[in-house]
C-alpha cells in the first residue's frame, strides 16, 4: 500500500540514521499574554542549586487572566515558586498555578497520534499511510485503511508526518497561571524558584617562584549550567558553604569538564565578597550570560608574591585501629616515597588576604626558560581568611626514606616494647633538605619514648614527629624506642 499525501499544516519528523530530529511548518503558538524581561538574578549554591529570580513585565487586564511564563529552567522544583507582583501586590493574586513541562519531541508527537492518521516516509522515499497502532521497541505499526499491518524499523524511516501539532504540547517548560487582578495595565512580575543541574566551583592556579618562597595565586569561578535554560545579562551570586537540603531535593550536579587557566596575572578581580549569615557570598560586578549547557570561567581572587614554603614528609606509619596490638608485624607498611608538599596562609599580613571556597588547586613553577611546568594539583576545602593551606603535590623523586623494625620484645603479658630505624637518603647533587618523619604510635594509647636519637615534637595523643636535615648525596638516620603498656 502506498499513498501520496499532501497536507497543508504538516508536522514532521525527520530521521536519520535513527536519531529524530523535530521540525514544524506551522508558527510556533505564542502565548496569549507576551511578556517583557526586566532583569534576571541567579543564586547559585556549590551544592548543584540554584535560586532564580525573573521580573518580566505583562499586560494584563481586570478579572481573570490566563498567563504563561515561559523559559523556566526544566530542573525547576515546582514546590518553591514564589509569585509577586512588584506593581500592584496587594490587588494580584494568584488563582492556580501549574508546571506545564510535555515538551514537544518525537515520542510525545507518537504517543498522542496512537489510533490517528499518519503518514511515513523511508529511506527510498516511499510513502505509507496509516493508523498508528505503536510506535515502540524501535518499531512504526501502521494499520492501512484496507485492514492490512505494516511494520516499519524506525532505522529505516526518514519522516514521520503528522497533521497537526496535537493540544498540550508545548515547545518550552512553562508555568501556567491563573491570575486575578484587580486593574487592567501594565505589571511587573517577580517569579522566584529554585532549580537544579546549576553548580559552580572554584579553580587556583598558583605560580610557584622559583625559589619556591613565594607564589602568585589566581582563582576561578567556574559556572557550569546544566539546567535546561539560558540566562542572558543576570546579576550572578554564588554562595560558599554547606546550606543543609532535605536530602529528597537535593540534586548533586557535579560537572567534569573544567576549563585550563593559564598561569598568569590577571586584570582586577572581577567579583566582590562579603559574609552572608555562616557563609561566603560572591557577587560578579557585571551581567553575565549564562548559556544552557555551557561551562564559563571568571576570575574572582588573585595575590602576587604571597610567601610559600614547601616541605617534605616521610610517613611510612599510618594510623592504624584494631586490637592487634601484641603482633610484632602489625602496621608495618614498606613505605618508601618522602613526599613534596607547598604551604601558605590565606591572612591578610602575607599579601592574600581573601577566604577561599573549596575548589582544584594547579600549581604551576617557571623552568629556566620562562616555561610554566605543572608540578602539582589537588584539592582544598571552604578556607576562610588567616588559615595555614598546605597541599599535597607528590613524590620526591631524589629522596628516599627506609623504616626498620630493628627490635621487638613483649616484657610482660601488657607491656611491649619496639624499636625503629628511619634512614632518610638525599641523591640532590647539591642541595640539603630537611624531611618531617611523623611517627604514629598506634598500639595503644599508653605509651613512652625510651630514647630517640634526634628531638620530636608530640604532635597529638598518638603521634610525635621528627625534623631532620639530610645532607646531599647524603643520609641521616634516626632511631627511636617505644614502650606500650596496657591493663
Known amino acids: 500500500m502506498k499513498r501520496r499525501l499532501v497536507m497543508l499544516a504538516t508536522v514532521v519528523i525527520m530521521l536519520t540514521t535513527g536519531a529524530m530530529a523535530f521540525a514544524q511548518t506551522t508558527d510556533e503558538p505564542v502565548p496569549a499574554e507576551g511578556g517583557i524581561r526586566e532583569g534576571i538574578a541567579l543564586t547559585i549554591y556549590n551544592q548543584g542549586t540554584a535560586l532564580i529570580q525573573d521580573r518580566r513585565v505583562y499586560t494584563l487586564s481586570s478579572g481573570v487572566n490566563l498567563l504563561n511564563f515561559t523559559d523556566v529552567a526544566s530542573g525547576i522544583d515546582p514546590t518553591s ?5 512588584l506593581t500592584e501586590p496587594d490587588g494580584t493574586r494568584v488563582l492556580e498555578q501549574n508546571y506545564v513541562y510535555d515538551l514537544v519531541d518525537s515520542a510525545a508527537l507518537i504517543n498522542r497520534y496512537i489510533d490517528q492518521e499518519i503518514q511515513v516516509v ?3 522515499g516511499e510513502a505509507f499511510t496509516g493508523t498508528l497502532l505503536s510506535g515502540q521497541g524501535g518499531e512504526i505499526i501502521l494499520q492501512s485503511a484496507d485492514g492490512q499491518v ?11 508526518r503528522f ?8 515547545t518550552r517548560p512553562t508555568l501556567r497561571w491563573l491570575l486575578e487582578s484587580a486593574a487592567a495595565g501594565d505589571q511587573e512580575l517577580e517569579l522566584t524558584y529554585l532549580t537544579s543541574g546549576m553548580n559552580w566551583s572554584a579553580d587556583y592556579v598558583l605560580l610557584l617562584a622559583q625559589d619556591s618562597a613565594s607564589l602568585d595565586l589566581n582563582g576561578w569561578i567556574t559556572l557550569n549550567n546544566t539546567s535546561g535554560a539560558s540566562f542572558e545579562d543576570a546579576t550572578v551570586k554564588l554562595v560558599a558553604g554547606d546550606v543543609n537540603r532535605l536530602p529528597e531535593y537535593e540534586q548533586m550536579i557535579r560537572g567534569d569538564v573544567m576549563m585550563e587557566a593559564a598561569p598568569m596575572a590577571t586584570s582586577a578581580p572581577q567579583v566582590s565578597q562579603r559574609e552572608f549569615f555562616e557563609y561566603q557570598l560572591y557577587e560578579i560586578e557585571r551581567p553575565v550570560t549564562v548559556a544552557n549547557n555551557e561551562t564559563k570561567q571568571v576570575e574572582f581572587v588573585s595575590g602576587s608574591d604571597v610567601p610559600a614554603n614547601t616541605f617534605f614528609v616521610y610517613d611510612s606509619s599510618p594510623l592504624y585501629y584494631g586490637y592487634l596490638v601484641s603482633d610484632q608485624y602489625y602496621g608495618q607498611s614498606g613505605i618508601t616515597d618522602v613526599q613534596s608538599w607547598l604551604e601558605f596562609t590565606t591572612d591578610e599580613e602575607d599579601g592574600l588576604g581573601a577566604d577561599l571556597p573549596a575548589g582544584r ?19 582544598i576545602q571552604h578556607t576562610p581568611q588567616g588559615e595555614n593551606i598546605q597541599l599535597f603535590l607528590g613524590n620526591a623523586f631524589d629522596l628516599v626514606g627506609e623504616r626498620t623494625q630493628v627490635s621487638f620484645r613483649q616484657i610482660a603479658d601488657t607491656v611491649i616494647e619496639e624499636t625503629f630505624e628511619i634512614r632518610l637518603r638525599n641523591q640532590k647533587d647539591d642541595e640539603a633538605v630537611e624531611i618531617r618523619v611523623p611517627e604514629h604510635l598506634f598500639r595503644w594509647t599508653n605509651w613512652e619514648i625510651l ?16 625534623r631532620v636535615e639530610v645532607p646531599p648525596q647524603g643520609e641521616t638516620v634516626i632511631t627511636y624506642t617505644v614502650r606500650y603498656s596496657w591493663r
Do not use: K
Open 81 to 85: 515558586v514564589q509569585f509577586n507582583s
Open 361 to 379: 588547586v594547579r600549581v604551576y613553577q617557571e623552568d629556566i626558560d620562562g616555561t610554566a611546568l605543572l608540578i602539582g594539583e589537588n584539592t
Open 122 to 124: 523511508t529511506m527510498d
Open 150 to 160: 505494516l511494520v516499519i524499523g524506525l532505522a529505516n524511516v526518514r519522516d514521520l
Open 451 to 466: 630514647n630517640a636519637s634526634h628531638d620530636y615534637t608530640q604532635m597529638d595523643a598518638n603521634t610525635i614527629e621528627f
Open 163 to 170: 497533521p497537526d501539532l496535537p493540544g498540550g504540547l508545548i
